[in-house]
């Protein structure tokens, strides 16, 4: 098992997922980014993880503090979340104020790389491969807990992945065992590595959004703050989002009428499908060791006859997927 945690680990190039050069095109390829809403639409909230559009889909409007939840496609990840009964979906991020006023998406394993990245939000979203569920922050953030979060996905950005504690999730001494999490797991602060839950986690302790006292960064699953329920006992009596003004899960698409995997959208140069057309950006390399800075270098129109046949993507949601099928009742 703990061979199987370091081959699907981030930053190793296996199964055609994560990348070894995590500044090369691989890791920052170009994307479309809807003209009309460059930040895509989402459909209707649900507690489902069933890609399937809900209309009517409505501009996202993007704030700080909103929780991305993200679902890898590859099914050999299925393997390790079974092996770490993490269920789906398997990786988050968080919506951040960046220094220039524009909203970033602060990620730890940025593009399967082993890296923290904060960025562009429009081209970030646009980027990953699977399925994206947003829970929006329906109580703004005040200037001081937007500042925070600013300053804290600074510290972070740029820093490495925190890949031992990836590969101890497989292990009876994992901080989200339930005989310790009470005790384990609690937060570390800015500035040290992550993994992509924890960083969530920790950036909005840092925030001042969730109880710092209760909060268990390191123990806690994407799972556990898409359906605020967890099989970890402990974190389904204090779970981090639940009544602290976050919505509930709404899909994310940049293409109303579909719920295409990122890998199954439309990339350039093929046409784009959606109404009102897409732009072009491509990332630009900075040199050195600073990441390519995505970059709108054009545009095309929008053809709608291109629309794949296959709109929505058949996901099977497993056993392992749905927490509140083993807990009805929190205690």
């Known amino acids: 098992m703990f061979v199987l945690t370091l081959a699907l680990a981030p930053g190793v190039d296996v199964f055609g997922g994560a990348r070894s050069d995590p500044l090369g095109p691989k890791a920052y390829p170009p994307v479309y980014v809807p003209v009309e809403s460059p930040f895509g639409y989402l459909y209707r909230p649900a507690f489902d ?51 220039d006023g524009r909203p ?16 562009p939000l429009d081209y970030a979203i646009s980027l990953y491969a699977g399925n994206v569920w947003v829970r929006p922050r329906e109580v703004p953030l005040t200037p001081d807990e937007d500042r925070r979060l600013t300053e804290f996905a600074m510290q972070a950005n740029g820093g490495a992945y ?60 994407a799972q556990d703050l898409f359906y605020d329920r967890s099989r970890n006992p402990y974190i389904d009596r204090h779970p981090p989002m639940a009544g602290r003004g976050w919505g509930a899960p709404q899909l994310w698409t940049p293409i109303p009428g579909a719920a295409l995997r990122g890998r199954d959208r439309p990339q350039p140069p093929a046409p784009w499908p959606g109404e009102g057309g897409a732009f072009v950006v491509v990332p630009t390399p900075n040199g050195g060791s600073l990441p390519p800075t995505p970059t709108i270098v054009g545009s095309t129109p929008g053809d709608p006859s291109a629309m794949p046949a296959v709109v929505s993507s058949k996901q099977r949601i497993g056993f392992f997927d749905r927490p509140d099928r083993l807990f009805r009742l929190r205690r």
């Open 49 to 99: 993880l069933h890609a399937v559009p809900r209309p009517p889909a409505v501009p996202y409007t993007p704030k700080a503090g909103d929780v991305l939840l993200l679902s890898d496609p590859d099914p050999l990840f299925d393997v390790l979340y079974v092996f770490a009964k993490s269920g789906k979906p398997g990786h988050c991020a968080i919506v951040v104020t960046m220094p």
């Open 104 to 119: 970033g998406m602060l990620e730890a394993g940025f593009s399967f790389t082993p890296w923290t990245r904060l960025t």
């Open 162 to 221: 925190n890949k031992k504690r990836f590969a101890n999730q497989l292990t009876l001494f994992r901080s989200r065992n339930p005989i310790v999490t009470r005790f384990a797991g609690k937060p570390v602060g800015p500035g040290k590595t992550y993994t992509c839950v924890q960083i969530v986690v920790e950036a909005m302790v840092y925030a001042g959004l969730i109880d710092a006292k209760t909060a268990r960064p390191a123990a806690t699953y």
